[in-house]
């Protein structure tokens, strides 16, 4: 975070004179009370609180002791007014109750909290619209965002790119930073794996239109098809969510496929219990894999084969590349993209292909 002023104020009081003892409570304890009892200037205090690894390790030691023994607490408006830092970085998901995001959300507020910054959860309702309504009318309460798996069109995101700083998860936009799980390499792996086991007819279950790693996935199990020879189909796109389980397993039986590719998890968790009702056999007639290995992913019945992601630390990622570009603002065009690995992590939904369909 930047440097505070000189007079930036906080719980506690100063002591008289160079020692911490005989601590008063008459008033908040300031920096420069700071710099009076470990002999350096208010600067360096301020440094030292802020941005510790410009400052020499001993003395960085010896301030952030006093200023624990001082019982020194930031004051947040006293430096945003000098600095024009809020110390508040937002985090905007498309679904809150989606499991995939807790993982991010833990990240990020890890790496925030560690660096003095407070997490602000935004809740976009998978709605482009509304992404772009909250972040414009939270702008002057923010440092950042972090947008993940934002809905806005292209042109959208640039523009406000250059409004405010920020970074997306899952979204790759030529001038915006971002960090991408790779799932569509990920699906490349989930395709060999059924291949492997027999599987000619696959089909894909889509998700929104909208999600830009809904797209992005679907050309990575094209091309995959394309080197093995076969030509897959697509079913949907379905609603984001579990309730979407049922459409799109009546829609794989109907297609008459042998094993699915899911959007997400989600999607493949709700369709375990239609597959059940129609008297289906998962593996034995269909073969089911799922995207983002979220909670309760291996404890469903049966336990899902699904693309694994490091979700916690693209949460951590991005939140440090945003406050890199803080703590070094540019006006050049920004292109940054970190690419974290997909594993797929076989459980019991895929098996070999039947001899025939099952029963529809």
Not at 50 to 71: F, H, S, Y
Not at 161 to 170: D, F, H, K, R, S
Not at 177 to 197: K, R
């Amino acid at each position: 975070m930047g440097s505070g002023p000189p007079g930036e104020t906080g719980s506690g009081s100063p002591g008289d004179g160079g020692g911490t003892e005989g601590v008063r409570r008459a008033r908040p304890v300031t920096i420069t009370d700071i710099a009076r009892v470990t002999g350096v200037v208010p600067s360096t205090v301020s440094r030292a609180l802020n941005k510790p690894g410009r400052v020499n390790p001993a003395t960085r030691d010896r301030i952030q002791a006093a200023a624990r023994e001082l019982n020194y607490v930031p004051n947040s408006q006293a430096r945003a007014l000098i600095s024009g830092r809020t110390g508040t970085i937002a985090v905007l998901v498309s679904d809150v109750t989606n499991p995939f995001y807790f993982g991010l959300i833990r990240g990020a507020q890890q790496r925030l909290k560690a660096t003095g910054y407070a997490q602000l959860l935004i809740d976009t309702e998978d709605s482009g619209e509304h992404e772009a309504e909250m972040l414009h009318k939270m702008r002057r309460s923010l440092d950042g965002a972090i947008l993940a798996a934002s809905r806005l069109p292209e042109g959208a995101l640039t523009t406000l790119a250059g409004e405010i700083p920020l970074v997306t998860v899952n979204r790759n936009v030529r001038g915006v930073q971002s960090v991408v799980i790779d799932t569509p390499t990920g699906i490349g792996l989930a395709v060999e794996h059924l291949v492997n086991l027999g599987h000619r007819d696959i089909v894909y279950v889509a998700g929104p239109d909208t999600a830009w790693s809904n797209r992005a996935r679907w050309r990575s199990m094209c091309a995959a098809g394309e080197r093995y020879g076969h030509r897959f189909r697509q079913v949907g796109p379905f609603p984001r969510g579990r309730r979407s389980g049922t459409a799109a397993a009546d829609a794989v039986l109907a297609a008459g496929a042998t094993a699915c590719i899911c959007f997400n998890d989600l999607f493949a968790i709700g369709m375990l219990p239609r597959l059940r009702e129609r008297g289906v056999d998962v593996p034995g007639d269909l073969s089911v894999i799922g995207c983002d290995d979220i909670f309760g992913a291996d404890f469903c019945h049966p336990p899902l084969t699904t693309l694994t992601g490091p979700i916690e630390q693209a949460g951590e990622v991005a939140v440090a590349m945003l406050l890199a570009r803080l703590d070094e603002p540019t006006t050049e065009p920004v292109r940054r993209t970190v690419i974290l690995p997909a594993t797929l992590t076989i459980r019991e939904s895929t098996g070999p292909a039947p001899d025939r369909p099952a029963a529809r």
